[in-house]
């Protein structure tokens, strides 16, 4: 029996359809590539989530690698991560500096006493001021910040242990040997 | 010295004049703000403008928007500044540039190809069928079969 070409025509779209939609899809919408890879960290004026005297600024990621992690009190995906974040801070594994985002100081203070603080420094950014800035779309968001204030990486979500190993912890060691 | 109140109160509507329209008023900023809010996008609920989105995150943007208005920003300038922090996605509407010439021309592209292939097809002369009037023989075999078929009154 003979099969025409042209009778194959619908298949074939369909399978091209298929092989489309099935990449297209799959993929997840709300990570989006960072416009900020290789660039300085924004400027920045915050205040420090315990003490509203006290400004942070760029000087505060200057000369270490560090971890800028945003979370809130209100994000639920921030608690699955929080028991990772503390983990890196128990280990020495690298300098945390939070952003405690779309907040109030009572909320994100609690969050930190209940669930341990692993950070060395916690901004406070009510009006997205500095998440604005980073581009950042949701909680929890984190950005991987060189010796020199230049952003390498961001990460959308929390942070795993797997990713941790694999993704971030490879590039950490490398910029901490950069002088 | 008549004449030099003369200038300087001269000297100070134009100073007025050149103040206000420097500063735009807030009906004005209101107006841009909002139609610069109507092409960008929120970028937590994504198919929504920051203009007609109750997400905490779109409600700061829309004031960082009209904050760069009231300092003085273009219309443009406020889009770009946006644009620099999170890319082409934050345009609702996307610019046409290398890696969107697809989704621009594609529609254009398959609506020329349908053109193009109806008017072949409209003007291409139909195929005439001849017919071929049944042979005698076939003709027998017809009438008997018709007896045949034909119910028992």
Partial sequence: MKISLKALLPLFIFLALGIAFAVGLTKDPSILPSQLINRPFPQFELPDLFDETQILDNRDLQGQVTLVNIFGSWCVACGQEHGMLMKLAREKEIVLFGVDWKDTREKGMRWLERGGNPYTRVAFDEDSKLVIDLGVTGAPESFIVDKKGQIRYKHVGPITEDIWEHDLKPLVLELEQAP | ?153
């Fill in chain 2, 1 to 153: 010295m008549r004449m030099r109140a003369v200038l300087i109160f001269g000297l100070c509507l134009i100073a007025s004049a050149l103040a206000f329209a420097q500063t735009p008023s807030e009906a004005d900023i209101e107006q841009r703000a909002r139609h610069v809010g109507k092409s960008l996008r929120c970028v937590v609920c994504q198919n929504q403008s920051i203009d007609n989105s109750n997400a905490p995150l779109a409600a700061d943007m829309r004031v960082l928007v009209r904050e760069r208005i009231r300092s003085g920003d273009s219309d443009d300038e406020v889009i770009a500044y946006m644009r620099e922090r999170y890319g082409d996605f934050v345009l609702l509407k996307p610019p046409l540039q290398a890696n969107t010439v697809l989704l621009w021309v594609t529609p254009l592209g398959l609506l020329a190809v349908f053109l193009i292939w109806y008017v072949v097809q409209s003007r291409r002369p139909r195929k005439s069928v001849e017919l071929v009037p049944l042979s005698e023989d076939e003709q027998q075999k017809l009438q008997d079969l018709m007896k045949k078929t034909e119910l028992p009154s």
